[in-house]
DNA sequence: TAGTGGTCTAGACCACTAT
DNA sequence: TAGTGGTCTAGACCACTAG
């Protein structure tokens, strides 16, 4: 008998069914047979509405298509939409090495217009930390961000992590959603010092307002080096 | 009795049950009742598994929430990316007047960059089309889209629309998914004079690869004033 | 013609919530 | 205790596809 039959007899019969054919599947190339519904009611010895129940999952996640007097099959992968991902993730990904300098992380009180975006009343307290970020040893942008207090209790106590996405995850807080905003501009003098760069010299402005469930996260500012970084999105997703 | 029980009785039982209550509840607050599953089974004189495939599909589309021994609830609205639009739509949402003047429109064939995005082969015919595109009467930016012929026979031939993605749409072919990539940078002189600005000065490019299916329906690039536009890019969605 | 998924019935028992 | 959604059964007929 197949093991995956037997496991965990306390599973609900519709769930044993689901991972059944998902273990089955994967792998497996698209457009590749699914067993039939009525195939798995001799299978497992349960009602065809309880199959049902277990594929319609499975179509809904997007693992499999139904086609009407064919059968089911494994669909093609849907595309999905990116990630919202952090500097030290994104700059890894492009296979560089991430490196990042606190300039500043302390107590500040929330101005206007960073309070709204957190979703806080002007004058709370927030945290504003501000990096230097290399990518290969070289600048490649200036990040201002600024976090609820609230939400990360003894975070600036504790240490500063590499990434604040990874301390965001540690906490379940990764953000689910984020309104970006993108500019191009010239740098500052400040700005072109901090990047090793000439003033003037052309930058890319990215604003992010980074959102988990119904509490925003991060607010952040960043400004990038035209000529070392290109940003890169995906939007939508398939039906 | 409901007009909207009588309505279609063609219609499938599931869907009728569906639409009635998609019509009860649109408008609700979030968190108000949907009548309960034995409700719908008494009104509708179904069973109660067509019942649950009604809500089933409701609950998937994130109208409704259930919640087990309460009952079913109107779901607060989910945030979904950013649907994929074009400079008409985009400028429209801002409240500006988009206008468009054709530079260039011909065919031409693929060189090897751009028959790659299109997923063409070097030497093909496509269609190029270059505009300057305003808003407000004022230039704000300059956009180079290459089309595939295949996919919009007579498209040269039956005069431009205004908005591409509107003689997309028509054809069964808005794209569902983008490949984005924004670079800082400064106006060369020639897009300078189009542009009405300075050489040198900041300009914002924007490539784009959109998809419908498996289909590259769009390949192009702009270059926007970056003293009037800001991109706004929403990412990710609830889970 | 045999097999598939799509729809539908008329019940059942369970765990949970609210009163 | 009454009502809710969650699970499950053992059938049924339909339209469609493929050999």
Chains 1, 2 share one sequence.
Request: aromatic content about 6%; glycine content about 8%.
């Amino acid at each position: 008998m197949d093991e995956l039959l037997e496991a965990d007899g306390r599973a609900l019969k519709h769930v044993r069914v689901r991972e059944y054919v998902r273990n089955l599947v994967s792998g497996s190339a698209p457009g590749s047979p699914a067993p039939s519904e009525r195939e798995l009611v001799q299978q497992f010895g349960v009602a065809r509405m309880t199959v049902r129940q277990a594929m319609d999952a499975l179509v809904v996640e997007g693992l499999l298509e139904r086609i009407p007097g064919r059968g089911t099959f494994v669909a093609r992968p849907r595309r999905t939409a990116s990630r919202i991902t952090g500097y030290t993730e994104e700059m890894t990904r492009r296979g560089m090495l991430a490196e990042s300098q606190t300039l500043l992380a302390r107590r500040e009180q929330a101005g206007p217009g960073v309070a709204r975006a957190l979703s806080l009343t002007e004058g709370d307290a927030l945290i504003h930390w501000r990096r230097l970020r290399r990518a290969d040893g070289v600048p490649m942008c200036i990040e201002d961000a600024y976090l609820n207090e609230i939400l990360l209790p003894g975070f600036l106590q504790s240490g500063m992590p590499t990434s604040l996405y990874d301390a965001l995850d540690a906490r379940g807080l990764r953000p689910t959603w984020a309104e970006d905003s993108i500019q191009a501009d010239k740098a500052t003098a400040e700005e072109a010092q901090l990047l090793e760069v000439e003033p003037l010299t052309s930058v890319l402005r990215h604003s992010r307002r980074a959102i988990c469930g119904d509490k925003v996260v991060e607010v952040s500012r960043s400004v990038y080096r035209a000529d070392r970084f290109t940003l890169w999105v995906q939007l939508g997703s398939d039906a």
